[in-house]
């Protein structure tokens, strides 16, 4: 088990990221700047030694680059003056030995969807000088780099797409890196993001950033280099450090460590106001240096151990801390959580409520053991932030059970005293059997009660919804209510985040700040912040309004594809195609929304959501008539059945 930071490597390690960068700065650029139209000439004749066609097309000052190429083995070389844009829709591979693709001059090289840059050989698949580049889309693949820059600093904006390397995905100095969506993920020893020198910046607001090997996931140098992260993911297996950096700020999104070394190490200032950080068995946060601060004024932090932080004069290990506060106390309050579950103490159970084997700060925090959507964790609370931390390896025993293992019972209610048993009285004669009766035809199914999940519902639908309260996908906002009556979107926002969180394994955490005027509901929050749901407009939800059944068939569709595809967002939408077989059109197919068919097929193709008959979806009410009968209004026990077959149905998916 990991025990101390070894300050000295850290050092050293950032030493060689810092003199490695620096080798790609001399690589030359050979192609003189142009305008688009020379350019896409250069393009079209260029002789990459390998099978197939690359085609340029201008509009104006963008060049369109398609066509596929395979068994490439000469690099290319472009240089594209300012206001120059390059689309590169082709998907080019083969074995450079050096750089498959080198840019210079001012323009910008853009990556959409169905574009793809592969080099198999030693070589990296793209290097920049000053040329911006934008991924929304596609894939970059080496068995080096990714992407490296030179000296002086670019932009690399990436919303979309991925970048798949062995060495690092991405290599640059003084650069500003914006993810907010797409996947990018290195299976080597290098870090998966390196980004030094003065004015160097990431910033992650979405999307996923991972190591899967030994590397560190996100470093920078000890200079004027600085890491943001706002959403999104950042994982480590643990057997390096996650995030090793000068500045650090986070006001969201998750940071994951799987193993033993420190999650987030800095040798500047760290701020967390926000967002999840897992230590597991190394620090949440440690230190290099002494000329740091670390501020914790919000989120979740959160690792193994006894104590919250170490301080001056304890010796021992990251097993026993959250946080590595040797030489710097850290500074810890405002609504934050820091936790520490103290896993060594062998316990596999614990009774739900309870706070055993589990310290929190600030004075004012509390972490008890809890059970959401099926899941054991830790419900945590500070004022405002409250959340809940699912964790693996622990078992929560609902409350009302029998108590874990080594915690005491609960006091049982005292049972009522029994009645006496009465004296049988005689038996009476019998009257005569009344004369055989025809078989009256069955009346309908009464609407059933259960235990306060539901106040009315119909007899059909008990069986799934007492699946559904099995599962926890019952948000507390029904409790009791009439389930026959139809759902609002706010309601259905609740059940979505239930869905996610069964599928994800993950709890969701609210938006922050509010977007909306118009509700402060936390789960309406959750599900827009997963992407579940918008706005009727940029500041109003309009939570009252009642949902159709295309409404609820897009918003499950959504939270598949968030639990299904990395780097789906509600705004990359259309670069997520489901697939499925798609069954012959309803009869009012002409009624569902185009931005609704896709979803409404997908769902119907799963066996989620049904037809109403006479080959009819009902996606919508079409008519005044119908807006009175609440002809295509999702019901909330039909909104809970569907949410049951969509964790039944695709939760292995």
């Given amino acids: 088990m990991y025990t101390r930071i070894n ?13 490695a960068a620096g080798l790609f700065a001399a690589v030359p650029l050979t192609a003189n700047a142009d305008d688009a139209a020379k350019l896409a000439d250069k393009i079209n004749k260029n002789d990459h030694g390998g099978s ?10 963008t060049i369109t680059v398609g066509g596929k190429v395979t068994g490439a083995v000469n690099p290319l070389s472009y240089t594209l003056n300012p206001g120059v844009t390059i689309v590169w829709a082709a998907d080019y591979s083969g074995a450079v030995p050096s750089i498959m693709l080198s840019l210079g001059g001012e323009g910008a090289f853009e990556l959409p969807a169905g ?48 970048i798949e390397t062995v060495s ?20 080597g020893t290098g870090s998966t993001i390196t980004n030094i020198g003065d004015g160097a910046l990431l ?36 057997a390096s450090q996650t995030v090793s950096v000068k500045d650090f700020a986070m006001t969201g999104g998750k940071i994951k460590n799987a193993g033993g070394k420190t999650t987030i190490i800095v040798s500047g200032d760290c ?59 850290p500074a810890i309050g405002g609504n934050a959580v820091v936790c520490a579950w103290n896993k060594a103490a062998g316990r596999a159970s614990y009774n739900e409520g309870a706070a055993d084997d589990l310290t929190a700060a600030p004075s004012g925090a509390s972490a008890v053991w809890g059970i959401e959507g099926g899941k054991s964790g830790i419900k945590y609370a500070n004022g405002s932030n409250a959340g809940f931390y699912a964790l693996s390896g622990v078992t929560v025993v609902p409350a009302g059970q029998a108590p874990a293992p080594g915690q005491p019972a609960a006091t049982p209610t005292p049972a009522p005293t029994p009645a006496p048993t009465p004296t049988p009285a005689a038996a009476a004669t019998p009257s005569p059997a009344p004369a055989a009766q025809q078989t009256p035809t069955p009346a309908p199914a009464p609407a059933a009660t ?18 559904a309260a099995e599962l926890g996908l019952i948000p507390e906002t029904l409790n009791g209510k009439d389930f026959t009556l139809p759902i609002t979107r706010a309601e259905f926002a609740a059940v979505s985040v239930k869905v996610y969180e069964s599928l994800s394994g993950e709890a969701a955490a609210p938006a922050n700040p509010n977007p909306f005027t118009d509700t402060r509901d936390i789960e309406v929050l959750k599900a827009y912040n997963v992407g579940v749901t918008a706005g009727t407009s940029a500041t109003t939800f309009e939570p009252d309004l009642l949902l159709n059944r295309e409404q609820a068939a897009t918003m499950l569709a959504r939270v598949y594809k968030r639990v299904a595809f990395d780097g789906w967002t509600l705004a990359a939408d259309a670069e997520f195609p489901l697939h499925y077989t798609r069954q012959a059109p309803f009869a009012d197919d002409a009624s569902i929304s185009g931005w609704a068919r896709d979803s409404v097929y997908f769902m119907v193709s799963k066996n989620i959501i049904n037809g109403l008959g006479n080959n009819l979806f009902g996606p919508r009410n079409t008519t005044s008539a119908e807006e009175a009968a609440n002809y295509a209004s999702a019901t909330r ?12 149905n695709l939760g292995a998916k």
Avoid: C
């Fill in 168 to 187: 690092p995905a991405i290599q640059a100095q003084k650069t500003k890196i914006n993810i907010s969506g797409g996947t990018v993920a290195s299976s």
């Fill in 52 to 61: 197939g066609t690359l085609t340029a097309s201008v509009s104006g000052d």
């Fill in 7 to 19: 300050r000295k490597k850290a050092l050293s390690a950032l030493l060689v990221l810092a003199l």
């Fill in 271 to 329: 701020k967390i106001s926000g967002g999840t950080v897992n230590g597991a068995d190394g620090y949440a946060v440690g230190t290099t240096g002494v000329n740091y601060s670390i501020n914790i004024s919000g989120g979740f932090v959160f690792s193994y151990g006894t104590s919250i932080a170490r301080l001056k004069g304890d010796y021992s290990g990251a097993e026993n801390h959250v946080i590595d506060g040797f030489s710097n106390a």
């Fill in 203 to 238: 910033t992650i607001s979405g999307g996923t950033v991972k190591n899967t090997d030994e590397g560190v996931t996100i470093s920078s140098g000890l200079d004027g280099s600085l890491v943001t992260i706002s959403g999104g993911t950042v994982e480590g297996t643990g």
């Fill in 115 to 162: 574009g793809a840059i592969t080099n198999t050989g030693p070589g990296a698949a793209i290097n920049t000088g000053k040329t911006a580049i934008k991924l929304s889309g596609g894939t970059i693949r080496s068995e080096r780099f990714g992407i490296t820059t030179g000296t002086s600093g670019t932009v690399i904006d990436m919303s979309g797409g991925s």
């Fill in 637 to 648: 026990e039909q909104a809970l059945l569907i949410s049951v077959r969509m964790v039944q």
């Fill in 450 to 467: 259960s235990n306060n999940a539901w106040g009315k519902a119909n007899a059909w639908a008990v069986p799934e919804l007492q699946k």
